[in-house]
């Protein structure tokens, strides 16, 4: 990048209260806002308002941009792993405890304010723009702004249905601190092979049971057991003894081939693309090929401002595709290549909007305090 442009992209690095920031961890967040925005939600879209379902009429095409779900439970995987670290610190190398109150009113204070900034914006549009009964969804609102929408109706918000991943990160939020006392086992294998072994366990559990309730955190609790398992081996100054190049290829070839494994037929293809996101995850950390790669300064400021990116791409995509089928009749190749770079320039612009004004402020730590004090 040239020197103007570095200097301009850094005002959106993400800000981490903690002073240790890790850019792979971004460059992770990356992909996994990609999968869901461009690979699953533009094809759906675009298909939606502007080729009157003839883009995806093809069944396995269909299947294969669904599966850029998996995006999301990349996201709670990298919930697991960030949110162990402290405690690892605490119980494993000994360092000071964990503050459970600043550990929740940190979550509380990074996370709500642009929640509920885009849940009004959702709310707003749904009434006004696209003619809802207030009445009918005020529920449904209340429900999504305390995390309680996906228990009480048992499905995703009738506001804004990306809230879905929000709420069972909330759930796993609240627990960590006590499921993080696995790692006051002092016998690194047995506390790995116990960590494997609630992975498993969870997965099998969740195919059994995700048809039947969905949304909640049990269904998803082996993607946050994988990336503490992963916090562990990350804690622990783990090296990786493969060759550098192996690494870097094996891993691309997972990132890129992730998407065309349909996981939905069996549970054994299911466990088998968790057991691939793992290995994925596990090279970006530790090959240094690849963890450049996912390092560079475009890639990781995109994937720190993918909370912003997450709230807003479907509300943002939704509204500029309606506009797009009333101005242009484009068709063919030509038509997807031009919506596709017009949908996401359009994502790109709000949410980098949106996080400088409203989610990048809330990263720092006790900004309320400062506030208030300044309004006093």
């Keep these: 990048m040239t020197k103007p442009f570095s200097k301009f992209a850094e005002k959106f690095r993400r800000i981490t209260s903690g002073g240790n920031y890790i850019p792979e961890i971004d460059g992770l967040r990356f992909m996994a806002i990609f999968w869901v925005v461009a690979w699953m939600h533009l094809p759906t879209m675009m298909n939606e308002h502007l080729f009157n379902g003839n883009l995806l009429a093809n069944k396995y095409a269909a299947s294969v ?3 850029g779900g998996n995006g999301v439970s990349f996201f709670f995987m990298i919930s697991g792993f960030i949110l162990a670290l402290p405690f690892i610190k605490e119980k494993v190398a000994g360092n000071k405890p964990v503050s459970l109150k600043n550990y929740y009113l940190r979550r509380l204070t990074r996370l709500e304010p642009p929640y509920l900034v885009a849940l009004l914006i959702a709310f707003l549009l749904l009434v006004f723009y696209k003619g809802d009964s207030f009445n009918d969804q005020l529920p449904h609102l209340g429900a999504s702004s305390v995390y309680i929408h996906n228990v ?7 506001v804004l249905g990306v ?14 601190p006590f499921l993080c006392f696995i790692f006051l086992i002092k016998n690194e294998l047995f506390r790995r092979i116990l960590l ?17 309730h969905p949304v909640i955190l049990p269904n998803f609790i082996c993607y946050f057991f994988s990336g503490m398992l992963l916090a562990d ?29 349909i996981s939905l037929q069996s549970v054994w293809l299911a466990l088998t693309k968790l057991l691939l996101m793992i290995t994925a995850f596990y090279l970006v950390l530790f090959n240094e090929r690849l963890k450049k790669l996912m390092s560079l300064q475009w890639i990781t400021i995109i994937g720190g401002m993918c909370y912003s990116i997450y709230l807003l791409h479907v509300l943002i995509m939704s509204a500029v595709a309606r506009g797009l089928s009333s101005i242009f009749s484009l068709e063919g190749a030509l038509a997807v290549i031009v919506y596709a770079i017009i949908l996401l ?32």
């Design 65 to 67: 941009v669904l599966e």
């Design 233 to 261: 081996l990350y804690s622990s100054g783990h090296k990786l003894k493969l060759n550098s190049s192996i690494g870097l290829i094996a891993g691309l070839i997972i990132l890129i081939g992730l998407p065309f494994l």
């Design 196 to 212: 494997a072994a609630l992975i498993i366990g969870s997965a099998f559990y969740a195919w059994d049971n995700m048809w039947k």
């Design 345 to 376: 320039a359009a994502v790109l612009f709000f949410s980098a909007a949106f996080y400088r004004l409203i989610e990048q402020p809330c990263m720092r730590r006790d900004w309320w305090k400062r506030m208030f004090s300044r309004n006093k």
């Design 163 to 176: 809230a879905w991943s929000l709420e069972v990160e909330v759930q796993f939020y609240l627990l960590a």
């Design 152 to 158: 009480v109706y048992n499905s995703a918000s009738s």
